[in-house]
């Protein structure tokens, strides 16, 4: 006699419920996708135009050497870089890419855009008396282009749908902080951002994208009581707060506001401040680590690092000053509904050497799990 499957006892019962239920969520498991994603503040920005290329092709700098290593290391799916120096033919981008590939790291597809370091305003925005110094500019920079922004990735990107925020002028952003000694004609001419600010998508599958929103802030010091940095600082990560809530103003001429980013999004870069250490103004970054959107990874490292009076957990860190103070300065927060398996510092194994800047950072990645 044939039984039929619907005529069970208790424990086939059971069972059959529990195929039956793998098959309604086969379709949604089968759809899900793992990728690693990680952001680095980088030592590859020189002190001059195409120093990075010559470097990267002759192999004679060992922060740059490190820095490679470091991202063979992590082998990521997809990477942005920040504190990479930009040149108009994408010169110094391709000459890593090959180095990488050379060692089996293969990126499909790599972005460049122009930050706004060194792009020059002709005004006296630091009261010197001169029109035309790295101060004077849209962003610190000795050269157009110095400590930009690149991302590398194994899969395609969606160039037709890159948002590019970075030509917001400072005075456009709601609430504005703006420094009491910015002139009436700076105001007019001041961009927030000081590298930039992207969502950039990744179609990691067909018809689906992850959107990553990067950014690099200025650091919150070298500057005088006006605040002029540590405001910047604190409004260029008030940016993403406005476009995650749709008040995002779009750039003059044209009105009206940014639609929110549509998930699933990571927002990841280089933030320059600490939540709970350290110089700043660090309100709009713990109300973006608590946003209702976002998740917090909290990507932990491996470290032995003690900082004495620290008020955050060392072994969040993500930068390591010369004096030794360590600092969260680097994030990457997804969406609510990626699902993050685990998220880490890689801290090195042994004391790296440090390089001439003041701050020594290390990548943060993330595997996760994408709808």
């Known amino acids: 006699m044939t039984r039929s499957i619907f005529f069970l006892g208790p424990q086939s019962l059971f069972a059959k419920l529990a195929v ?43 922060e740059v050497e490190q820095d490679i290593a470091a991202i063979l290391d992590m082998r990521a799916d997809v990477v942005v870089l920040t504190n990479f120096d930009f040149d108009y033919d994408g010169l110094a981008l391709a000459a890593l890419q090959k180095r990488l590939a050379d060692q089996g790291l293969v990126y499909a597809d790599t972005l460049g855009l122009q930050p706004n370091t060194g792009i020059p305003t002709w005004l006296d925005l630091n009261h010197d008396g001169a029109l035309s110094g790295p101060r004077d500019a849209q962003a610190y920079g000795r050269f157009a282009g110095q400590a930009g922004m690149a991302v590398l990735s194994r899969y395609p990107l969606d160039r037709d749908h890159i948002r590019d925020f970075t030509a917001l002028l400072w005075q456009d952003l709601p609430q504005a902080n703006l420094p009491p000694d910015l002139t009436k004609d700076a105001r007019l001419l001041q961009r927030l951002s000081t590298s930039g600010h992207y969502e950039v998508p990744v179609v990691y599958a067909k018809g689906k994208a992850l959107r990553l929103l990067v950014w690099s802030a200025t650091p919150p010091v070298f500057d005088g009581p006006e605040d002029r940095n540590g405001r910047r600082n604190a409004d260029e990560t008030g940016l993403w707060l406005h476009l995650l809530d749709g008040t995002l103003p779009i ?9 929110p980013p549509q998930p699933p999004f990571v927002i990841l870069g280089q933030a320059n401040l600490d939540p709970l250490d350290g110089s700043g103004l660090p309100q709009a970054l713990r109300d973006l680590l608590r946003h209702p959107q976002l998740q917090d990874t909290e990507p932990r490292g491996q470290t032995s690092h003690v900082d004495t009076g620290q008020r955050g957990d060392p072994a969040l860190d993500t930068a390591l000053l010369k004096g030794g103070t360590g600092l969260r300065l680097d994030y990457l927060l997804p969406s609510r509904k990626i699902r993050v398996q685990r998220a880490a510092v890689l801290w090195p194994t042994q004391k790296p050497p440090m390089a001439e800047p003041v701050t020594q950072h290390f990548p943060v990645w993330a595997r996760l799990t994408l709808p």
């Open 20 to 62: 039956l239920l793998w098959l309604a969520l086969w379709p949604s498991l089968a759809a899900a996708f793992d990728l690693t994603l990680a952001t680095f503040t980088t030592q590859f920005s020189q002190s001059g135009p195409g120093l990075l290329l010559r470097h990267l092709q002759k192999g004679d700098k060992p």
């Open 251 to 259: 750039n003059a001429p044209a009105t009206g506001t940014y639609a």
